[in-house]
């Protein structure tokens, strides 16, 4: 792509261009202000990757990834052990953690069911997580997952399983999000709200 | 910003969303990616920053960056001697390769004069220019510098300074869209451009 920038620059370009939300053309542009910057930037991400790569675990618990295993939420004795908070991608553990949203501990699925893509159970720590609803410590598996197609199949999926387990299931509510226009939102997402209004 | 991914994640975001096209969400993103694929993305990344931290350098004839001194586009004895293309950036260097533009050398200016945001002529390569458009080899020099006002400045202060040296300055064609910056043109409205170059 960069033509004569040389077999080390392109490669570096075409790494780069594999990050969501990086093109072809904002690679090439990370990578010149990376090489720009090579001591103020390019060397500490290059050794914040290697201590990455050298630390980070996916934790046998929960799946969260961390560099203790198992990992801080998990081994935190101020989280609510009867809880356990069902996300399918570490990143919404992240969005909940940083909105506060519980104390409880979590349990990461990786994917959501996606007949479509081929994604199926197995691809997803669903055994692991039937395993922990029945321990007697748990009482509450809460659902946060994707309010989309596959989000609410897996959902049903995974209540299904729970069956026989001795817990309360729960999902996330649908409602006008906070700061939300009503004029701006779709009528599944009114009429939800409207159904499950609360008194005030 | 993820909370408790712990200190070394952290890092990682942090450092991502210093990248041009990358903010925090996007770094979350990207970090998580990378985590992911570790072996296929993560580990290549890390080591080809490693590679471009060693081997990367600055020409100390054009001030293109490349991994041999002089770099080469310098040292490639099919490359026009008598043509020297000035350009504000290494990314516009690429551009007009890309395009297939010239087949003259380069001169990496590293910026455009820009008073406002105190860039002088000091903070660009411009000695180095003067100096190379003294030698007998070189007979024309193509300023391929932005449509912009601070690319329009830098080209007549260029100009000026060129005055005394027995070669001809011209510059791109009006094929360039006022106010447009080169990385972002098509190829055929550069290759057109560097054709339709007039006296400057
Ligand atoms: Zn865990
Ligand atoms: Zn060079």
Redesign the interface.
């Known amino acids: 792509?960069?033509?004569?920038?040389?077999p080390?620059?392109e490669?570096?370009i075409q790494?780069?261009a594999?990050?969501?939300?990086?093109g072809p053309?904002?690679a090439?542009?990370?990578?010149?202000?990376?090489?720009k910057k090579?001591e103020a930037?390019?060397?500490?991400?290059?050794g914040?990757?290697?201590?990455?790569?050298d630390?980070?675990q996916v934790c046998k618990v929960c799946s969260n990834?961390?560099?203790?295993n198992p990992?801080?939420?998990c081994t935190d004795r101020r989280r609510d052990p009867s809880t356990i908070v069902v996300v399918a991608?570490?990143?919404d553990l992240?969005a909940l953690?940083?909105a506060h949203a519980t104390t409880g501990k979590y349990h990461v699925l990786g994917a959501t069911l996606s007949p479509l893509d081929g994604v199926g159970p197995q691809d997803l720590t669903i055994d692991a997580l039937v395993s922990r609803a029945h321990d007697s410590e748990v009482s509450e598996i809460i659902l946060a997952l994707n309010a989309t197609v596959d989000g609410q199949t897996t959902a049903h999926y995974i209540t299904d399983l729970l069956q026989e387990a001795n817990v309360k299931v729960t999902r996330l509510a649908h409602g006008v999000p906070v700061g939300g226009e009503l004029d701006y939102l779709d009528e599944g997402t009114l009429s939800a709200a409207m159904r499950q209004r609360t008194l005030f």
Chains 1, 2 share one sequence.
């Open positions: 792509m960069a033509g004569t920038a040389g080390e620059i490669r570096l790494l780069l594999r990050l969501p939300g990086l053309r904002s090439r542009r990370a990578a010149l202000h990376l090489i090579r930037l390019m060397t500490p991400l290059a914040a990757l290697q201590v990455a790569i630390r980070i990834i961390d560099t203790q990992c801080t939420i991608d570490v990143a992240w953690e940083r």
